[in-house]
């Protein structure tokens, strides 16, 4: 059962625009949240992220938002670059006080292409 | 070198050839971490290492065999392995555990593993 779900395999965003990234999730003990970007050939980089106390956290020109009611995640890229383009993994992460520590649960990715 | 580095990038290997793949962190991390990456699906955690001790293991096939001899290398022992075992094999490491903002993985590159 996937508790990360990126239902966009892809998105196309003029250059300049706004690219927003979307991201549900299903289990309500994700207390870390977190944005991976991964261009061919590398691996995934991380991005930015957000704690489940908060609904807001901006880097730059990536804000990541947080609606824990509604499950749901969004990255929002402004204003976007050709050098943006790449596939966008969300993240969530449980805590355990056992000694396993935390474990991260990956979406499938939203490969973002921003045309010049 | 620096960050996280994998070996092989390319493996083609025979469903009766033993083969291994190595990982190396070069950021004094205390966990390590193995990830499949398969077309279309999420990121499936294999194993976790944590101070060299396995962790966590999601039920991964004994024909993929981790070994971790130091904080710093990880290795994944591969025998009889199946087509649709043909995947992105991705090593991760991080710091271990807390509620801290720092628990980030940090990537490889990756194996690009094909069983023919």
């Known amino acids: 059962d996937q508790q990360v779900k990126q239902n966009s395999p892809s998105l196309s965003v003029q250059e300049g625009r706004i690219s927003i990234l979307n991201c549900d999730y299903t289990?309500?003990?994700?207390?870390?949240f977190l944005w991976y970007k991964k261009y061919p050939a590398e691996g995934p980089t991380f991005l930015i992220s957000?704690?489940?106390?908060?609904d807001k956290n901006e880097d730059g020109r990536f804000t990541v938002f947080l609606n824990k009611s509604a499950k749901h995640l969004s990255l929002h890229i402004v204003p976007s670059q050709p050098g943006d383009s790449a596939v966008y993994f969300c993240?969530?992460?449980?805590?355990?006080?056992?000694?396993?520590?935390?474990?991260?649960?990956f979406g499938t990715g939203t490969s973002l292409t921003v045309i010049p | 070198e620096t960050g996280v580095t994998q070996t092989p990038r390319h493996l083609v290997m025979g469903m009766t050839n033993k083969k291994s793949l190595k990982c190396e962190q070069h950021?004094?991390?205390?966990?390590m971490y193995w990830y499949k990456q398969s077309a279309k699906k999420p990121l499936e955690l294999m194993f976790v290492?944590?101070?060299?001790?396995?962790?966590e293991n999601n039920s991964v096939p004994s024909r993929f065999s981790p070994e971790c001899p130091n904080s710093s290398h990880l290795f994944l022992h591969l025998h009889t392995l199946q087509p649709e075992d043909s995947a992105l094999y991705l090593c991760?490491?991080?710091?271990?555990?807390?509620?801290?903002?720092?628990?980030?993985?940090?990537f490889g590159p990756g194996t690009r593993l094909t069983v023919l």
């Open positions: 991760a490491s991080s710091q271990w555990g807390g509620r801290g903002p720092y628990n980030e993985q940090f």
């Open positions: 289990n309500s003990m994700f207390d870390y």
């Open positions: 950021l004094g991390h205390n966990a």
């Open positions: 993240a969530a992460r449980t805590f355990k006080l056992s000694n396993t520590g935390n474990q991260f649960y």
């Open positions: 957000i704690s489940s106390i908060k």
């Open positions: 290492y944590s101070l060299e001790e396995r962790v």
